[in-house]
């Protein structure tokens, strides 16, 4: 018969070999979990085809997917336009005018006999006036009342 501390040894020892397998199992199941998920976004990849791109091709693959060529090139535009707008103040600018004016007043003659006297009056300008680039304007008005 064996002893109570060979026995124990025994089962000990079992035990010891069973929790090892055990660890080896998790280790090994976890280290493929970890493989796995790092091949994970390999597979969401598409496998790319070869093209021949030609140097204008490049060019507009450049400019349309750089947003430093993009912003550099509306810059670029963005200037023309601020220099087309203060050239502007250059250009003749034409002006129209009219009025009508009516006035009743009451008759203080008794040679009126209709006893309100009534004006109207019409007036109309047009202007024509240009600004000189080292300062000062001409204008041109016609004008009648």
């Known amino acids: 018969m064996k002893s109570f501390l060979e026995e124990t040894r025994v089962i000990i020892h079992g035990n010891k070999a069973k929790m090892r397998k055990a660890m080896h199992t998790r280790r090994n199941t976890l280290f493929s979990v970890i493989i ?18 030609t140097l ?8 349309k997917y750089n947003l430093g060529v993009a912003v550099q090139v509306y810059s670029s535009e963005l ?10 103040i250059y250009l003749p600018t034409l002006s129209f005018d009219f009025g009508k004016d009516s ?9 009126d006999a209709a006893g ?6 019409m007036n109309y300008s047009t202007s024509l ?15 009648s009342f």
């Open 103 to 111: 006035q009743n007043s009451a008759s203080y003659y008794w040679t």
């Open 129 to 143: 006036s240009q600004t000189i680039p080292f300062g000062g304007s001409i204008s041109l008005t016609l004008a």
């Open 79 to 88: 200037a023309d336009l601020t220099v087309a707008k203060s050239r502007e």
């Open 36 to 53: 796995g998920l790092a091949a994970l976004p390999l597979l969401g990849q598409e496998v790319a085809m070869s093209e021949h791109l």
């Open 56 to 63: 204008k091709d490049c060019i507009v693959r450049a400019i």
């Open 116 to 121: 309100q006297n009534s004006t109207t009056a």
